[in-house]
Each structure stands twice: as C-alpha cells, then as structure tokens.
C-alpha cells in the first residue's frame, strides 16, 4: 500500500509540474498496475 501512496504523489507531482503526457502516462499505468495486485491480493486473502 505504501508503494500506492508513492506512485500516486508521483503522479500528482508530474500533473502539478506540467510533465509530458507521456511519463505521466506511464506513471499512471504503474499506478493501475499497482493497484490492480494489490486487489488480487486482498481478493485471495477474503476467499481463504
């Protein structure tokens, strides 16, 4: 969850300082990815 946390500041700083489109792009799929393992991993931990 912490590595979420510093993705998203990332990605919040990159839109704050005008960053080209595409490394905020690419920061914001790193995010989604992120967070899409995290949800499998709560996923397996419910149905355990």
Known sequence: M???EK????LYKAIADGDNKN???NI???LDNL???YMKIQ???SVS
């Open 7 to 10: 993705i998203r500041s990332r």
């Open 43 to 45: 996923a397996k931990k």
């Open 35 to 37: 967070i899409v393992q």
């Open 2 to 4: 912490k590595n979420i």
């Open 28 to 30: 914001s799929r790193h």
């Open 23 to 25: 490394t905020i792009l």
